[in-house]
């Protein structure tokens, strides 16, 4: 069954000192290296946002971080001003092995909307074109790894498995926000949909 590799934003901005750091998100880069040392072929997710994007905390005026509002296309957390396109914060953590890509697709470029899957941006209609691509290389399985599991990860996975691919989560090359419970209800929106939690 072919697999692809999908590495989800292991980014400055989501690392140890970074805009929106998840706690040891850097020490999961050694573990994402060796699956991509094996990978049949790679795909690297990066957070890509114009520096007024809607995501942003900043740009609704009086609002703070993690409150969430309602938009057109449903809620939206608001989060503190990260991976602004082009800046140090959206590059990816040094220590990943890049060259090991053979796609990189960025997300959340556009202003308006908020993109945490790989697949599809938050209106859930808008596809990101990764799907297209992998049907192009004849893959039909994904196994998911990155930053953070209760978010991107898992938003990718589940619609990994929604559009029909055997979808495995390598929690070991993981790491989570985990806000309020987002871990848990992650965990079993993973398995609801069928998806495989490997430690």
């Not at 990978?39 to 609704?60: I, N």
């Amino acid at each position: 069954m072919p697999e692809a590799l999908i590495v989800v934003d292991v980014q400055r901005d989501f690392c140890p000192g970074g805009a929106l750091a998840v706690a040891d998100g850097d020490t999961i880069v050694p573990a994402v290296n060796r699956l991509l040392a094996t990978a049949g072929r790679a795909v690297l997710t990066q957070d890509w946002h114009p520096p007024d994007h809607c995501s942003f905390h900043t740009s609704h005026p009086g609002r703070v971080p993690f409150e969430r509002i309602v938009v057109p296309h449903g809620e939206q957390v608001l989060w503190p001003v990260h991976c602004v396109a082009g800046t140090d914060g959206a590059a990816f953590h040094p220590a990943l092995d890049t060259d090991r890509a053979a796609l990189v697709l960025r997300k959340g470029c556009r202003r308006g909307i908020d993109s945490y899957s790989a697949f599809f941006e938050n209106d859930r209609l808008t596809p990101t074109g990764l799907h297209g691509y992998l049907r192009d290389h004849a893959i039909d399985a994904v196994a998911v790894v990155g930053l953070a599991l209760d978010w991107c990860v898992m938003h990718s996975a589940v619609d990994a498995a929604r559009l029909g691919y055997h979808v495995r989560v390598v929690e070991s090359a993981c790491r989570a926000i985990d806000h309020e419970g987002s871990l848990a209800a992650a965990r079993a929106a993973l398995r609801d949909r069928g998806v495989v939690l490997e430690r």
